[in-house]
């Protein structure tokens, strides 16, 4: 084994070490890591998405008020089946 090969190989499980004893030590007593990674990321995706949505929400109304002076059918296209 070559001496660069070596430090590769230490570095690398050094960082998923570090990577796994933060989530042991972030996540509350009696919840499992893997558990309060997923409860956490999807707090995240929920509140970074209702973000988006009040902040888009000015664009979208006058876009859709665009759209209604323009042509005279609806804002939304529906489709017949």
């Known amino acids: 084994?070559?001496?660069?090969?070596f430090d590769e190989r230490?570095?690398?499980?050094?960082?998923?070490?570090?990577?796994?004893a933060a989530w042991r030590t972030a996540a509350p007593p009696g919840i499992p890591p893997r558990r309060?990674?997923?409860?956490?990321?999807?707090a995240m995706d929920v509140s970074l998405s209702a973000l988006a949505l009040i902040i888009l929400l000015?664009?979208?109304?006058?876009?859709?008020?665009?759209?209604?002076?323009?042509?005279?059918?609806?804002?939304?296209?529906?489709?017949e089946r």
């Open 58 to 79: 000015p664009v979208l109304l006058i876009v859709s008020l665009a759209i209604k002076l323009d042509s005279k059918g609806p804002v939304f296209f529906v489709q």
């Open 1 to 5: 084994m070559y001496v660069s090969d």
């Open 36 to 42: 309060a990674y997923d409860i956490f990321k999807r």
């Open 10 to 20: 230490v570095i690398a499980g050094a960082a998923d070490d570090v990577r796994a």
